[in-house]
């Protein structure tokens, strides 16, 4: 099996937000990504061995001929079927050529012969990674980190898949100890120090941003320092600054999706529009991205436009409450009652004091003609109206 020499090129969100700062620096993942990139090789039409097929598999995918590499693993595994190493090639082929789906049921077979393969388990989470499950990514990589903790590919991959997922906690405590350990490892700085923000342990990524600011860039530095006052509530001057932070590096990792929230926080509707679009030009997979720009759309009354983003938004973090009740809206909105009745009635059971949801189901009931649930979620919503009188004004979080 041949390993990866080089990420792939300019944008390199698609493999996480850390991948981007370690490339520019020279720093590569071949360890990593080589689960990607096996190598096959072109498959001779009159090739009737299993050796001629893999040494065939094996050129082909050498010389770029990735279709002619799938074709000769695919014959080579009717002759080994229970090759480990001949499934994890042929996955490596099928990801190479964007069948990721693919690749992952060879990688699984793979794994179910041989279960502590550490090659296999990580290319598995690669391909759902590009899959955007990254619930199932970070399932394997922690399986994987159980028996190779200290292995720092696995380490900065999971830690994106938990901010992506919006674990903030699971990320500050995954990355934590190897700040303790190496504080100069800049990967780790930034991951924990942006974990922290979004975790609102505001005074702790501050530590962190100190840390930066000796070997990151001003960009750098001033993203996190952006993050940090959109999370304070200081929406106007976390703009000015996550603005500062893109004029030195538009490339940012997360940067145009900041700065879009603090847009929209500042009631800049249509520049955070344009931030959001900008955001997902250089990763279709940022949530944020997607449930903001889909809420803002929705808003505005767009729900077809909306959609698509909204759906996204909740595919990736099936668990988002917020991504949940704005598909169900803009379910309600389309007139797809009962998938909006599913929606509305998940965010209900788990979120029960969150009282737009019961007037929405109080509408949505009414529609459905189930005039006692109606009277139900309006009663609710009384209850909730005097709850909320008597607490009195609250203070803003």
């Known amino acids: 099996m041949s390993l990866e020499s080089s990420p792939p090129t300019r944008y390199l969100l698609s493999w996480g937000i850390f991948f981007q700062r370690l490339s520019r620096s020279g720093t590569l993942f071949s360890c990593m990504l080589a689960v990607l990139l096996v190598g096959p090789s072109q498959t001779s039409a009159h090739a009737q061995s299993p050796q001629a097929l893999n040494k065939d598999a094996e050129a082909a995918y050498e010389r770029g001929d990735i279709q002619q590499a799938i074709h000769s693993y695919e014959e080579l595994l009717k002759f080994q079927p229970d090759s ?218 767009d729900t077809t436009a909306a959609a698509p983003y909204l759906e996204k938004a909740l595919r990736l973090r099936p668990a988002s409450l917020e991504a949940r009740f704005q598909v169900g809206m803009v379910n309600l909105a389309l007139g797809r009652l009962e998938e909006a009745r599913r929606d509305l009635e998940q965010v209900e059971q788990t979120s029960p004091d969150f009282q737009e949801v019961h007037v929405q189901l109080a509408a949505l009931y009414a529609r459905l003609h189930l005039i006692d649930d109606r009277k139900r979620e309006q009663e609710i919503v009384l209850k909730l109206n005097e709850k909320a009188r008597e607490k009195g004004p609250q203070p803003r979080p």
């Open 84 to 301: 480990v190493e001949v499934r994890t090639n042929l996955g490596v082929a099928l990801a190479r050529s964007g069948r990721y789906s693919d690749a992952v049921t060879q990688y699984e077979e793979a794994l179910h012969l041989s279960p502590d393969n550490p090659i296999v388990r990580l290319n598995l989470a690669l391909a759902w990674y590009k899959l955007a499950s990254f619930d199932k990514a970070a399932t394997e990589l922690e399986h994987l980190r159980a028996k190779h903790a200290d292995n720092r590919q696995s380490l900065y991959l999971l830690a994106d898949c938990y901010l992506r997922l919006g674990r903030n906690g699971d990320a500050v405590t995954l990355l934590q100890p190897f700040y303790d350990a190496s504080p100069e490892d800049h990967t780790v700085d930034f991951a924990l120090g942006m974990a922290l923000i979004r975790n609102r342990q505001i005074q702790k990524g501050e530590v962190i941003i100190d840390q930066v600011l000796k070997v990151g860039t001003h960009g750098e530095v001033d993203l996190l320092m952006g993050a940090a006052r959109l999370a304070a509530g200081d929406s106007k001057n976390a703009a000015l600054t996550i603005h500062k932070a893109l004029e030195a590096d538009a490339t940012l990792p997360l940067g145009w999706s900041l700065y879009g929230r603090a847009l929209l926080d500042s009631e800049d509707r249509q520049g955070a529009i344009v931030s959001f679009q900008k955001a997902l030009q250089d990763d279709p997979n940022d949530f944020d991205a997607n449930l903001y720009l889909g809420g803002v759309l929705r808003h505005d009354g």
